[in-house]
């Protein structure tokens, strides 16, 4: 088994191979490589352009080619086709044929517009177009213009051909079962796989059924109605279909646009609902802090009202009032005119004595008898 080199390691697609059983699996991606510049910089000659080989032609067998050949003598690969609307199939099938032998030299062959509209139909694209489209595919080596729809034993020789690569599909066409029968029996015949999926004709079908859709593309492109072989009738038919989805799509933006605002709108007033509804919260509470059952405010009143109770209301005189007796006695003095012949003290009498004590008291008393008379 040859390494593989880095230009193979650079094909990291997935393709569909057919497994030993016989089911279709997929291939794995192949591992990365360094950057490198492997791109050719000229366009692949074409067959009668380049100067003849003299060199006697030996055609190398299957296990030579396999092998490796000397780098002087690279096996040269036949491929030919249509080639018309040049896609990516095409490009798979042209690497594969490069790749079949370590050291191999690919030529392309293309048939004629007179030799395709003769056995396949008609082609989108002319020759000249097919022609340099091969030319401008990196695995080509050499182009052969007005290639034949059945491969002659002198054509294989003239350009010393040593295998032929196609799909294993026999290919009816011509009259003929497989035009590829004599090669394989032959030997000369290098089997590659058909990529599915994509084909010439798929690409035509989805023009074809998309063809308003394509229509209206190239007239909003610039293309007039004769160009593109359309009525006068359908033209303007497909302008209004044109205005219509112009509107439609204005239409949709608007909604879209709608919707976004709607949303960016809820966004913002559930948030302001939440904002609301923390500060009603708080709010409330702080409400019944200060004017609840046994908020603020009430204890406040309640120690207002008790210190204006006390401020308005008097105070409380006691049940009964002292009699003379049980008053405190008052400083005594003696009048100036008993203080020389009066005796001694004695027990106070209200008759018949010299002299007598007045009390502060009954000063007093008398002070008040004087103003009620």
């Known amino acids: 088994m040859e390494p593989q080199s880095s230009h193979e390691l650079g094909i990291a697609r997935k393709r569909r191979r057919e497994g030993s059983n016989g089911e279709t699996e997929e ?31 030996e055609r190398v067998t299957m296990e030579e080619a396999k092998k490796g050949t000397p780098f002087n003598r690279p096996v040269r690969v036949y491929a030919d086709g249509i080639f018309d609307v040049f896609h990516s199939g095409h490009a798979r099938a042209l690497m594969q044929a490069k790749r079949l ?25 002319n020759e000249d177009e097919r022609y340099d489209a091969i030319r401008h595919c990196r695995y080509v080596d050499e182009v052969v213009r ?45 089997p590659t796989q058909r990529t599915e999926g994509i084909s010439t004709s798929d690409i035509i079908t989805r023009i074809v059924r998309d063809y308003d859709v394509y229509v209206r593309r190239n007239l909003q492109r610039g293309y007039t109605a004769k160009e593109l072989n359309v009525s006068f009738i359908n033209e303007k038919k497909y302008h209004l279909q044109e205005r219509v989805d112009k509107v439609k799509r204005k239409v949709r933006d608007v909604e879209e646009k709608s ?57 409380q005189s006691p049940n009964s009032s002292p009699t003379r007796e049980e008053r405190s006695p008052s400083p005594t003095f003696r009048l100036p005119f008993f203080s020389k012949t009066s005796p001694p003290p004695s027990p106070p009498h209200h008759s018949g004595a010299r002299g007598y004590l007045i009390s502060e008291d009954d000063e007093d008393d008398e002070d008040d008898d004087d103003d009620n008379n």
């Not at 030299?105 to 082609?123: A, M, P, Q, R, W």
């Not at 609840?292 to 309640?302: R, T």
């Open 27 to 57: 291939g794995e991606r192949l591992g990365k490589i360094p950057r490198c510049t492997v791109g050719l910089k000229n366009p692949a000659p074409f067959a009668d352009e380049l100067e003849p080989d003299n060199k006697p032609y």
């Open 101 to 125: 032998f370590p050291n191999s030299h690919l030529i392309v062959g293309v048939c004629s517009d007179e030799l395709t509209h003769k056995y396949k139909g008609f082609t989108v694209m």
């Open 146 to 190: 007005n290639a034949p729809w059945t491969l002659t034993p002198e054509f294989l020789a003239k350009h010393r051909i040593d295998f032929v690569a196609h799909d294993d599909i026999p290919y009816s066409s011509a009259g003929s079962d497989d035009v590829y029968k004599h090669i394989k029996e032959a030997g000369m015949f290098a």
């Open 259 to 315: 919707k976004e605002f709607v949303q960016k709108v809820e966004e913002k007033s559930i948030d302001l609902i939440q904002k609301w509804e923390e500060k009603s919260r708080e709010f409330i509470g702080n409400f019944l802090q200060m004017f609840g059952p046994e908020g603020a405010l009430k204890h406040m009143l309640k120690e207002g009202k008790g210190r204006m109770l006390q401020a308005i209301s008097p105070r």
